[in-house]
């Protein structure tokens, strides 16, 4: 079967994959997305009680405001799953997306010699050919692409198992196990059913281990109900709202004038010593300011959560979260016990146990542990770029967190994290498809590679979570960069007050053109 060929391809139709299809219409690109629909982690990674952790305003493209924009509400993720649809409506996007179409393999099939010469617009030569299966069927198609930008993200399908001894696994355990991946793909009724009258053991603190330990306490409500226990290892800074003693939360982090406290790439000699000297002691007290608030309206302190670190480094790291409103009340109530391990833990046939000697019994574990983003796209990469991926920092270089100055013809969009990862993702999808149009050139490989490398400093020397490549606390200079490159006026207000003290958002970067 011949190959279909076409200028650009894209894998992924989650948020990235539909912002990277929309502006790049003009080139119709195919689009190659495994599942029935569009929305990604949306889609097939939340639970019943999933919200945004933001509100609409701050997570909206820049050219679709939400219809309702003002609610205060965070929206449920059915509320931007038909958000996301509607873009795509609207857009047209939906007729490049071939759905149940999961990519099986990647190949380079272009010129050798461009491995090591840095980015090639697109030239009329196949430079990628991806083999893709069509669900129900046993046939394979091949696809042949200039560009390839990649969509899948760093979360979902693949999830991360924490490793036991031998014969200490899930396999010794008489209950049920799964993963928080498995968990979402129940619906409302087998959800409650799994954990109704159950002694639920949730393994993790992050949001979405949260969001299920309120979940199982919903679910145990009644007089046979049992509690539900949080196997916690390391502590986050959760905050109840966007509001710090009576202050909006944006005035510490999102604004020109709060990032200007923090240090960021490029930065001159004189501006660094600055942020070493004399900011560093006042961002050491904004963290301390919002840390009282947190601590005052949350009782961590009671339950042993408060974290060892400042609140700074897990904003920085983008893995500060909205407090599940009813977690606290619940636990009040005896409904969610905490466990502190920060040793070693296995199965045991009635539940788990740790170093300690200590047990928990329980019929159901449930493994909140995160995802395996590096093997979802060692899957897809063939050799020699797979051993790219084992980069000694653990961060993927990517240049403007969308291009590896050593993989030629691709793009990967989504794996940069922000405040907002839709905004980030439509903000690169823009700066990539005025790359591939050849509005502006690229700098050398070594230079790329030396940018990378300033903001993998940036973000080591902010938080010891830098792994996660988030730029939340020097977003807005990000952003300059990659205006100033696109031939953007990098300062988006109206005005010179509004410039400095109001937040960044996507509407700012609303761009007629």
Same mark, same amino acid.
């Given at each position: 079967?011949?190959?279909?060929?076409?200028?650009?391809?894209? =894998?992924?139709? &989650?948020?990235?994959?539909?912002?990277?299809?929309?502006?790049?219409?003009?080139?119709?690109?195919?689009?190659?997305?495994?599942?029935?629909? =569009?929305?990604?982690?949306? %889609?097939?990674?939340?639970?019943?009680?999933?919200?945004?952790?933001?509100?609409?305003?701050?997570?909206?493209?820049?050219?679709?405001? $939400?219809?309702?924009?003002?609610?205060?509400?965070?929206?449920?993720?059915?509320?931007?799953?038909?958000?996301?649809?509607?873009?795509?409506?609207?857009?047209?996007?939906?007729?490049?997306?071939?759905?149940?179409?999961?990519?099986?393999?990647?190949?380079?099939?272009?010129?050798?010699?461009?491995?090591?010469?840095?980015?090639?617009?697109?030239?009329?030569?196949?430079?990628?050919?991806?083999?893709?299966?069509?669900?129900?069927?046993?046939?394979?198609?091949?696809?042949?692409?200039?560009?390839?930008?990649?969509?899948?993200?760093?979360?979902?399908?693949?999830?991360?198992?924490?490793?036991?001894?031998?014969?200490?696994?899930?396999?010794?355990?008489?209950?049920?196990?799964?993963?928080?991946?498995?968990?979402?793909?129940?619906?409302?009724? !087998?959800?409650?059913?799994?954990?109704?009258?159950?002694?639920?053991?949730?393994?993790?603190? *992050?949001?979405?281990?949260?969001?299920?330990?309120?979940? +199982?306490?919903?679910?145990?409500?009644?007089?046979? &109900?049992?509690?539900?226990?949080?196997?916690?290892?390391?502590?986050?800074?959760?905050?109840?709202?966007?509001?710090? $003693?009576?202050?909006?939360?944006?005035?510490?982090?999102?604004?020109? !004038?709060?990032?200007?406290?923090?240090?960021?790439?490029?930065?001159?000699?004189?501006?660094?010593?600055?942020?070493?000297?004399?900011?560093?002691?006042?961002?050491? !007290?904004?963290?301390?300011?919002?840390?009282?608030?947190?601590?005052?309206?949350?009782?961590?302190?009671?339950?042993?959560?408060?974290?060892?670190?400042?609140?700074?480094?897990?904003?920085?790291?983008?893995?500060?979260?909205?407090?599940?409103?009813?977690?606290?009340?619940?636990?009040?109530?005896?409904? #969610?016990?905490?466990?502190?391990?920060?040793?070693?833990?296995?199965?045991?046939?009635?539940?788990?146990?740790?170093?300690?000697?200590?047990?928990?019994? !329980?019929?159901?574990?449930?493994?909140?542990?995160?995802?395996?983003?590096?093997? *979802?796209?060692?899957?897809?990469?063939?050799?020699?770029?797979?051993?790219?991926?084992?980069?000694?920092?653990?961060? /993927?270089?990517?240049?403007? &967190?969308?291009?590896?100055?050593?993989?030629?013809?691709?793009?990967?969009?989504?794996?940069?994290?922000?405040?907002?990862?839709?905004?980030?993702?439509?903000? %690169?999808? #823009?700066?990539?498809?005025?790359? =591939?149009?050849?509005?502006?050139?690229?700098?050398?490989?070594?230079?790329?590679?030396?940018?990378?490398?300033?903001?993998?400093?940036? /973000?080591?020397?902010?938080?010891?979570?830098?792994? %996660?490549? +988030?730029?939340?606390?020097?977003?807005?200079?990000?952003?300059?960069?990659?205006?100033?490159?696109?031939? $953007?006026?990098?300062?988006?207000?109206?005005?010179?007050?509004?410039?400095?003290?109001?937040?960044?958002?996507?509407?700012?970067?609303?761009?007629?053109?």
């Amino acid at each position: 079967m011949a190959p279909v060929v076409s200028k650009v391809g894209i =894998i992924g139709a &989650g948020v990235s994959g539909i912002a990277a299809a929309k502006h790049l219409t003009h080139h119709n690109p195919i689009v190659l997305e495994a599942s029935d629909s =569009i929305g990604g982690v949306w %889609r097939h990674c939340s639970y019943n009680s999933t919200k945004l952790q933001s509100h609409r305003r701050d997570y909206e493209f820049s050219d679709f405001p $939400w219809n309702d924009r003002d609610n205060p509400e965070y929206p449920s993720h059915l509320e931007i799953l038909d958000y996301l649809n509607s873009y795509a409506e609207h857009f047209d996007v939906l007729k490049f997306v071939r759905f149940n179409s999961k990519v099986v393999e990647v190949r380079f099939v272009g010129d050798r010699e461009t491995i090591d010469a840095g980015f090639k617009p697109p030239a009329g030569q196949p430079a990628w050919e991806v083999s893709v299966q069509t669900s129900g069927e046993d046939t394979i198609q091949w696809y042949a692409f200039e560009f390839l930008v990649v969509c899948i993200g760093k979360y979902g399908d693949i999830p991360r198992i924490p490793e036991f001894p031998h014969n200490k696994g899930p396999q010794v355990f008489q209950g049920q196990v799964l993963h928080s991946l498995d968990y979402c793909k129940l619906d409302k009724e !087998a959800a409650s059913e799994l954990l109704k009258d159950k002694k639920v053991v949730v393994v993790g603190y *992050k949001k979405s281990a949260l969001d299920l330990a309120v979940e +199982c306490a919903d679910a145990n409500q009644g007089p046979k &109900g049992q509690p539900c226990t949080m196997v916690v290892r390391t502590l986050h800074w959760t905050v109840p709202h966007y509001w710090v $003693w009576g202050l909006p939360f944006f005035l510490f982090y999102s604004t020109r !004038a709060s990032q200007f406290l923090h240090p960021r790439p490029n930065q001159s000699f004189l501006r660094t010593l600055t942020c070493l000297l004399a900011l560093s002691p006042l961002r050491h !007290a904004i963290s301390k300011f919002i840390e009282s608030y947190i601590l005052w309206k949350l009782p961590l302190e009671k339950y042993g959560l408060k974290p060892d670190h400042s609140f700074e480094e897990d904003y920085a790291s983008c893995q500060m979260a909205i407090t599940p409103e009813n977690l606290f009340s619940e636990a009040d109530k005896g409904r #969610i016990v905490f466990k502190r391990s920060q040793g070693n833990w296995w199965f045991n046939k009635d539940g788990i146990e740790f170093d300690d000697g200590s047990k928990i019994d !329980a019929d159901v574990v449930v493994l909140a542990t995160g995802y395996d983003g590096k093997k *979802k796209l060692k899957a897809i990469l063939p050799d020699p770029f797979r051993s790219l991926l084992e980069y000694p920092s653990g961060i /993927m270089p990517l240049y403007r &967190g969308t291009i590896h100055p050593l993989i030629p013809n691709m793009a990967f969009v989504g794996y940069l994290e922000s405040v907002s990862n839709l905004h980030s993702s439509e903000l %690169r999808s #823009i700066w990539l498809t005025r790359l =591939i149009d050849n509005k502006f050139k690229l700098p050398s490989v070594e230079k790329m590679l030396e940018q990378t490398t300033k903001e993998l400093e940036v /973000m080591k020397d902010t938080t010891r979570f830098y792994k %996660r490549f +988030c730029i939340s606390t020097f977003s807005i200079n990000h952003s300059d960069e990659i205006c100033e490159e696109m031939g $953007w006026t990098s300062w988006r207000k109206n005005t010179w007050l509004a410039e400095a003290f109001s937040p960044y958002g996507s509407r700012d970067y609303l761009q007629k053109y």
